[in-house]
């Protein structure tokens, strides 16, 4: 009984080695890196299609933004799932 507790002890430990807000920050640059990389890149599609109105640069900065939000939600949706085991546990 005792190893099982000093295990989930340890166990939350090194769960907690860092503080909440590394997470968090570490996933903004994500976010950026995300949203950063599918604007230059309609920016560059647009850029050699040579058309007046940016469809290719709207598309794919809204594309970016899209998928960095749905990338967000299960991040977070995945940290409630941990949270809830540890506190099963």
């Known amino acids: ?4 507790n000093l295990k989930n ?8 080695k860092f503080p909440v807000y590394v997470k968090y920050i570490g996933l903004s640059f994500q976010l ?4 950063g990389l599918g604007t230059w890149l309609g920016w560059i599609i647009q850029q050699k299609s040579q058309m007046k109105f940016p469809v ?13 939000f ?8 995945n940290d409630e799932k941990i949270e809830e085991k540890n506190k099963n546990s």
């Open 1 to 4: 009984m005792e190893k099982e």
């Open 9 to 16: 002890q340890k166990k939350n430990l090194s769960q907690d």
């Open 32 to 35: 950026f890196a995300i949203i």
């Open 56 to 68: 290719w640069l709207l598309l794919f900065c809204f594309l970016s933004i899209t998928l960095a």
């Open 70 to 77: 749905y990338q967000l939600f299960q991040s977070l949706k």
